[in-house]
């Protein structure tokens, strides 16, 4: 059950000009499943993208990486669910390049041309023939609508689709923002999530593009964890269309250049929280908010240790107001000079720990209150600087267990 | 159900002259429990001890510290369960100095000759008048042959005591070793486990005795995870009595030292690991082997991301050779220049990943014949050196969940 997640209306998702997306069932690992998803660009997209640091980085990742380095301009990115396509040595950047190579011929485009994206069971070879025999039927299929089927057809574990769409005005013209993700466990992201794709029709100079999706997706992707596994096929992709009609933003400290930004960060951050609200087994949304700190760095690194720590996560999944089990982690977050005096636990407006000591005023009944809600901001005060950082989490439940004990069977 | 760990029996764990344990039921948290635990030490022994290093270590901790740089030498320990005394600010650091203070007058020593350990529920205050109250019939029930019971009186999640002991002949004496640690959750030690305690009989130049125990703890308790949770309260005391008689030992390099080292370890070791085989929830017992590495430290780091990755302990739980997923741990362990296609995989004798990829040879009822075992070794060979390190952890289950979900219930 996801925590205060429904699956986005069709009709709420606003089609990017310039963009068509078609699905198909490839029956990658199970028959019956849309598990193929085709992004076609028209000429003049620009595009960019940030992809995961783990250094086991599937063959799609490293294959996308060349081509987008080939500097030959995006016509389309092709998504299969179902089979990761990692672990699978020079034979599985063969079977990425070959899909490349197939949909390009389709289309009428060179193969560095076509970015490729996959995510599923690692250490299994990717079924290219499967993929490369449904390609005609995501081909046939491709409308600008159909943004909620592609937020379907990315789904693995995640229960719900997940997508966000805003609309704005720059010079006088409307500029359209329409995104999907997908989870929902492996998830610690470091530079993207597993898979997050956003568009836009705004005019926007190329080279802005990649400062913009690294800065959108610190602030969005890069701020969630649901277990810690950083995977090895994240890949955050930003893509203008440039078909809006509004004079090319030039500069992102323009006024345009700011509201693109703005709406843009909405949508990341709306997409990435939705990744946690779907985490695997996931029934509580934990904001970890950390001020008080010499650093955003030292900040981040106290709010991961409580956003990972099974013991605090547990208590959560529990509603069990076991509050020192996040002082505990606050101690191992690797601070040296920590000075435990100095620190405040509030758990929403309830004052819990005070000069690191329970507080005296704190009553069990009210952390009891708000470790019920199913969204709970923990916030802690290190009194050392004035940084501050926010993670966001899920809590750890039977349920978490259940589904990655099963995933494969 | 721990992993293949049984109880010990009474008459296995040697005495160790010079020291005597008495147990006590002091209501701290329950009723009708072992919950105090003292060690009285006769005039001469030598003590030293490594302690957490999480920042929000527990008051006793603060007070242990104090009293071994007051260097009066060390009459007693005590230990209590059911609260950890953290998280408890200028008040329980109080309530630690009570206990010893309580103590010391009923042996009629120095305050600062008593160490206190408590382990337990985190930001509650100690009642230490609980404490002291069932100090006397702790002290009536000293005996130098009550290990076994000072093992049961130290657990708290703990399903079965842990203990082991040795005995081996240095210069025609015979000497013993005796010690007893307890998990079973919050476990990722660092310098120390939750409590562990061993006390020997050799004779060893004092000064030794601090440089040896912090080896020892790096080399069983700082090798051990559970959760990944490094708790407020760790602490791990050597205690050598110096009563066995034999000429004293003024270097741990010659024969004698190494003697008592090797033997030392030993049982520093197998109480280690039998706080990872009662591992909260446990089901499987985990050897995790990197080797191939440049140096020791990033073979332990590649070593924990595997030790502490969710979606590996729960394949593990559910015997699923899911084992991309390991592969995927060593890619976000933090080596940066880490190259996928240098990496071999390992589960016992399977040869599972070759260069970074699938093994031609690799079947998955390979995998599976591994992974239903109760013991397993993961080993992971970087290609980068001639560095090795091992860790040891157990599975992430359902239980593990319950136990946490639970714990203050």
């Known amino acids: 059950m996801p925590v205060n997640l429904s699956a986005p209306v069709a009709q709420d998702l606003h089609p990017v000009a310039g963009l068509r997306i078609g699905v198909a069932e490839a029956g990658v690992r199970k028959a019956g499943r849309k598990d193929l998803t085709v992004l076609l660009l028209d000429e003049g997209a620009a595009v960019a993208g940030v992809f995961t640091q ?15 380095a080939a500097g ?50 690692i250490m299994e070879q990717l079924p290219v023939e499967r993929i490369t025999a449904a390609l005609p039927a995501a081909l046939a299929d491709a409308q600008p609508t159909h943004w909620a089927r592609a937020a379907e057809g990315i789904m693995t574990t995640d229960t719900v689709p997940k997508a966000a769409s805003r609309q704005l005005q720059i010079g006088g013209r409307p500029v359209r923002i329409t995104g999907i993700a997908k989870g929902a466990g492996m998830i610690r992201p470091n530079m993207a999530t597993m898979l997050g794709f956003i568009a836009t029709d705004a005019c926007i100079a190329p080279q802005l593009l990649q400062p913009l999706v690294r800065e959108l997706a610190d602030a969005s992707f ?12 994240d890949c955050f992709m930003l893509v203008a269309t440039q078909r809006a009609g509004h004079a090319p933003i030039e500069s992102l400290d323009s006024e345009a250049g700011r509201q693109l930004k703005a709406a843009l960060q909405e949508v990341a951050q709306q997409l990435a929280q939705a990744i946690v609200r779907d985490g695997e087994g996931a029934t509580k949304f934990i904001t970890v908010r950390v001020e008080g700190g010499r650093d955003a760095e030292e900040c981040r690194r106290v709010a991961y240790a409580i956003a990972h720590s099974p013991l605090v ?28 005096g100095g620190i405040d636990l509030y758990l929403d407006d309830v004052h819990v720990a005070v000069q690191g000591g329970r507080h005296p005023d704190y009553r069990e009944e009210d952390g009891q209150r708000v470790m019920q809600q199913s969204e709970i901001t923990v916030r802690v005060l290190l009194g050392r600087g004035n940084a501050a950082d926010t993670v966001w989490t899920c809590d750890l439940s039977l349920d978490y267990v259940r589904i990655n004990a099963d995933y494969r069977s």
Do not use: M, W
């Open 54 to 68: 783990n250094r086991f980085c599937a063959a799609p990742v490293q294959v996308c990486r060349e081509h987008l």
């Open 72 to 121: 030959r301009g995006v016509r389309a990115l092709v998504v299969n669910t179902g089979n990761a396509n990692a672990g699978t040595g020079a034979e599985g950047l063969a079977r990425a390049r070959a899909t490349c190579a197939a949909l390009a011929e389709q289309l009428g485009v060179e193969a560095t041309q076509v970015l490729p994206f996959s995510t599923g069971v």
């Open 222 to 233: 890069n701020r969630i964890t649901i277990d810690g596994d950083t995977s090895t096929n």
């Open 313 to 340: 996560k547990t208590a959560f999944y529990a509603s069990d107001p076991n509050l020192g089990r996040i002082l505990a982690a606050v101690g191992y977050a690797g601070i040296d000079d920590l000075d435990q």
